[in-house]
Structure formats: C-alpha cells, structure tokens
C-alpha cells in the first residue's frame, strides 16, 4: 500500500467559484483521491479556502461584514458546496487558522536565519483620507500600458500586464475614491528567490515527467529577462498573519502582515494539522505526512491547479521550503491544467461570468457536472464550456450508454427470472470476448489514470461502458430467452456482474451514480478488480438485487435553450 498526498489548489474566499475553477483543481485531484482510494492506497487529501489578501478584505467590505466574519461564512458556504459536488477532502481548511500562523511565521523564522529574506525600503502609496497604504487591489487608476482607467494596483484586468500601484495614472483610493494620494517609504520583507535560482532550476530538470504546462511556467520564471525576480512577502494590512520571527517579534515589522501567496501554500501542511487536531490526534499523525525525517519518506506528494498558479507551486512554495533547511515533503509531482472558457468568453468571478458552483447543482446532479467537466477537461489547451456540447455529451455518454445499459439488463432480468442473479448456462465465447476486451481496456483506464491523464481516462471508461452496451445488443438475451433460457441466464448474469463493475471503475467520476449502481446490486464490495474475470462472477446466482431509479435523465432542448439564456449575462 502506497500513502499519497494529494492538495488542490486553495480556492480564495470572496464568493462562490465557477465551474472553471472547479475542472481546473479540486475536482480533478478528487478524482485521483478518489481512484487511489480505490485502489487501496492511503491517501490524505488535502484543500482550503484561502482568505488572506485585499480582494477578501474588499469583498467583505462590499458585503458590509468585519472580514472575519465574511470568511467564516464564505467558509461554510463553499464547503457546503464541495460537500454537493462529492469532493472528498480529508479536510477543508482555512488558510486564517491558528495552525496557519504558527507554521507560516515559523517558515519565515527559518528564512531568516538562513539569510534568505532581506528588509527592503519601498515606496508605496498612502491615502491621507483612508488613514492607511493602499496596497495591490486597494488602489485603482488608469492602466500605463493600455489606458483602462479600472486598473488595479497589481494588475490591468484589461491588458493583464503586472503593475505597481506606483504605475498608475490617476491613481485613486479603492475604498474611499480619494485621490488625495502620496507615496511614501515603508520597509517589506523580500524573499531571495534569486539566491536559490540555481537549486531550483536543478530541482525543475529533475522532473522529467512533469506536465510540459507546468514545467514551461517555470521555466519560464526562472530564465525570462533578468530571471528569477526577490519577491515581496509582507503588506500594510490589517487582515492576514502578523509579520513575526517564529514565535519572536520582528523589530521595524510591527502592524505588517504576510503577503498572501507567501501563507497559502503553507496552508497545505497547516490544514493537515487541522485534520489532526478535529481529530483529536497528536502532532505526529500529520508530521507523518510533511516531515521526511518523521515518516513521510514513503509519501508521494501530487498537487493540482490552474496554469497560473503554476509559478507559486514551482518556486515560491518550494524556495520557502527547502530555504527552511528542514526536511519537509517537497512535492512529488504538478498536474497543471489551462482554462476552461465558457461560451464564447471567460469565466470570471469578478465579473460574475459563466456558471458558479452553486447554480450548477441547482439545476442538475453533481455527477452530471462532474463527468462533462472530467470528460473535456482543459488539459492540453484551453477547453471551452458550451451547453450544446453539454447536453449532448450527458444524453450520450450518462444516459444512451451507461444509464441505458443499468436499466435494460435489470428490468429484462426482473421481467424473465426475477430480482435475484439467475443460475444456469455457461459462458461462451461471445462472453470470453467481452472479458479479454475489458480486461485490456481496464488496464489502460488504470494506466491514463495513475498518469493522471483525465480526458484519456474518461475516454477509456466510456469505452469500457460502450464495451457492455454493444456485447448486450448482440448477446441479445431477449432472443436467447425464446430458444435457449439456460444460455440466456448466463447473459444476464453477466450482464449484472458489468453493472457492479462499472460502479467500482465509475465511482472516481460519478460517485453518486456508482453508489446507486452498487446499491442495486445488492453489494458494498467496492474491491478493486485486478481480475476482471473474477470480478465478473462475484454475483453469485441466487444474489438479490434491484431495479435501480432512472439514473441519467435526457436535458431536452428546452431546458438547454432555457439555462443558454438564464446564464449568458453576468451575476450581479
Ligand atoms: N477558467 C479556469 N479554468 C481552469 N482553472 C481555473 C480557471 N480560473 C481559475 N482556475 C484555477 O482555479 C483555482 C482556484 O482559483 P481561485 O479561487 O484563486 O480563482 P482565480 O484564479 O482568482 O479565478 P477567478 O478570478 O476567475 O475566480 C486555481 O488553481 C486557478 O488556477
Ligand atoms: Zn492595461
């Protein structure tokens, strides 16, 4: 038994994430928690929310609420959330937790006697009418680079160049509209990324297998213009975690707080001793997990995220860690995705485009979403989300095939031998066939799977389901019935048997679907079938079983044309 760590990538606090944010990282790593749990393995799943930085403190004030208060409750709301599209955490975190501030200021702690961080005097805006600097976000203006006058602080949403908030034209006040403006010098902490360039760079061309997507990112980083840039790792801002030595207080760093991508990623190894903690276990059930040197010499390490967290993945968090000069878990292994678009455009949060998490589930069952989602995941280019494509993938792929297959077999059985596995007749060659087509076929699904390639293993699973559809068409037990009862058993029974192995190789895609299928079948032997012929015979005759509900039902095209118009403005 392997023990695997898996982490997707935090999604941040200020509201409900789309369905692009979901494809491009939690409900992939749930797939891989999920088939490696499957596969017997012991896996420690790991996501958060990730609440620090100014668009939370923002959105908070839009909602009118202390930011505490705004995180809590977005908190719940999308682990209510995560909990209807089945993703199956180990833990939920939050990234403000106390276990978050202690490791974060302990890492920085480290950084620091290791000479890795340096005091840098800055310019940065101040707002006379606020009271306060007016970092990232907090400032708007006039985008040097394109003219937008919405520009943030750190970035044209326009043009996407990076900014200072020093480089706008115009600049106002975020929170007030103020322009009564003036820069002034304040002391940062900057993490000497470009003192560790070259181990990080011998670190990346280790990774030989890794996604070219995420490799590329990196390399890119560390080679463009100048190369590896120190980067920025405390703000002038309330909400977040106090800038601290380890447990000491950081003379000149008084009232500051850590940058935001500097303790998210900490919040990997922070939210597993959250698990630990809820669970009332000591520190060394998580340590197993993070520290080599106490057990995690064994864990293979996997994260998943979006392409533009890439960077953060590849060198920040892996410079905070090995600058530490502890043995902590580096990762493993970085599966990176592109965009999903949606219909034409972009998912947006800010602008409220496409379709959130929330939404979805109110009109169809999570396995629905999961499986399009899954099936078209934007792997090697950006993928783009249609409802045309939509509907014809789950009216093909849920209901013609897999759905079809479940009912036609339970209901010819119930009509001809009743709700038990019939006995009698033996397999013939036709059946042989379908056990050495599936066997090959099953073992390529676990292939593309362990290489966590999920559109070719969603390809490979609707094959398998295929496979079973086109044996029962022409097996044809309904015709056999009429000649040959004891050779129709035979079909039937294997026919059964297919279901329950479906709900074993499906569950990692459609959880709810699998539990249903499983649940029919009269069985909770969720055992992986490393012998598929085995497997088909675990039914025994005489075993009971049921007629499960209609499982997929078909979108018709009114209900497309309906959602087409609901969902093409923005959400207010
Ligand atoms: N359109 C998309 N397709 C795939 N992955 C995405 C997309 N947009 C964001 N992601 C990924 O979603 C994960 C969670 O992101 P996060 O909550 O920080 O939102 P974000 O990147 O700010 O996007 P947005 O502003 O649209 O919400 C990240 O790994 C990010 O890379
Ligand atoms: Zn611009």
Not at 141 to 151: F, K, L, M, S, V
Not at 442 to 452: E, F, K, L, P, T
Not at 496 to 512: K, T
Request: charged share 25%; proline share 5%.
């Amino acid at each position: 038994m392997a023990r695997i760590l898996i982490t997707s990538a935090l999604p941040y606090i200020n509201g409900i994430k789309h369905l692009g944010n979901l494809v491009g990282s939690q409900l992939p790593a749930d797939l891989y928690a999920r088939y490696q749990r499957g596969r017997g393995h012991e896996v420690m799943f790991i996501c958060a929310t990730d609440e620090h930085g100014t668009p939370a403190e923002l959105a908070a004030a839009k909602a009118g609420k202390p930011v505490a208060e705004y995180c809590t409750e977005l908190h719940e709301v999308q682990a209510g959330i995560a909990r209807g599209f089945g993703l199956s955490f180990d833990h939920f975190g939050r990234s403000s937790s106390p276990q978050n501030h202690r490791l974060t200021q302990h890492f920085a702690g480290r950084l620091a006697e290791a000479g890795l961080i340096e005091e840098v005097a800055e310019k940065q805006m101040y707002s006379n009418a606020d009271g306060r600097f007016l970092p990232d976000r907090y400032i708007e203006g006039t985008c040097p680079n394109c003219g937008y006058d919405r520009a943030r602080g750190d970035q044209c949403e326009n043009c996407t160049k990076q900014l200072d908030p020093t480089d706008l034209i115009n600049p106002r006040s975020a929170i007030s509209g103020s322009t009564d403006l003036e820069v002034r010098e304040t002391k940062h902490l900057f993490l000497r990324q470009s003192a560790m360039r070259d181990r990080l760079n011998d670190w990346i061309d280790e990774k030989t297998d890794w996604p070219v997507l995420t490799t590329s990112i990196a390399k890119k980083w560390l080679n463009d213009g100048d190369g590896l840039q120190d980067r920025g790792i405390t703000r002038d801002l309330d909400w977040g975690i106090p800038v601290r030595k380890g447990d000491q207080d950081w003379p000149g760093m008084e009232g500051k707080v850590f940058y935001v991508w500097f303790d998210a990623p900490i919040e990997y190894i922070a939210a597993t001793a959250e698990w630990a903690e809820a669970r009332g276990l000591d520190d060394a059930a998580w340590r197993r997990w993070w520290r080599t040197d106490e057990g995690a010499g064994d864990v293979r390490y996997v994260q998943f995220m979006g392409k533009d967290n890439v960077p953060f993945h590849t060198l920040s968090f892996p410079a905070t860690i090995m600058g530490s000069g502890e043995p902590w878990k580096l990762v493993d292994y970085i599966k990176s995705f592109n965009y999903l678009n949606y219909d034409g455009g972009q998912f947006s949060t800010s602008q409220g485009r496409g379709v959130f998490m929330d939404q979805a589930l109110s009109i169809l069952p999570s396995d629905y979403w999961r499986w399009w989602l899954l099936s078209h995941a934007p792997e090697n280019s950006d993928s783009e989300f249609t409802w045309e494509n939509f509907q014809t993938s789950v009216n093909k792929d849920l209901a013609d095939v897999l759905g079809n297959f479940v009912s036609r077999i339970t209901k010819f059985c119930r009509s001809k031998f009743g709700e038990t596995v019939p006995e009698g007749g033996a397999q013939a060659s036709a059946e042989e066939a379908l056990i050495a087509d599936l066997t090959t076929r099953v073992r390529a699904y676990q292939a593309n799977m362990d290489a966590m390639e999920v559109r070719k293993s969603a390809t490979e699973l609707r094959a398998i389901w295929v496979a079973g559809n086109e044996y029962l068409q022409s097996a044809a037990p309904w015709s056999t019935f009429k000649t040959d009862p004891a050779q129709a058993a035979a079909q039937v029974r294997l026919g059964l048997n297919l279901i329950r192995l479906y709900a074993i190789l499906s569950r990692p895609f459609i959880p709810d679907a699998a539990e249903a299928m499983m649940q029919a079948m009269g069985s909770d032997d969720w055992s992986w079938p490393e012998d598929v012929a085995a497997a088909l015979s675990a039914l025994p005759p005489g075993h009971a079983f049921t007629v499960p509900d209609v499982m997929f039902r078909k979108i018709t095209d009114e209900e497309r044309e309906d959602w087409q118009t609901r969902f093409a403005g923005l959400r207010t």
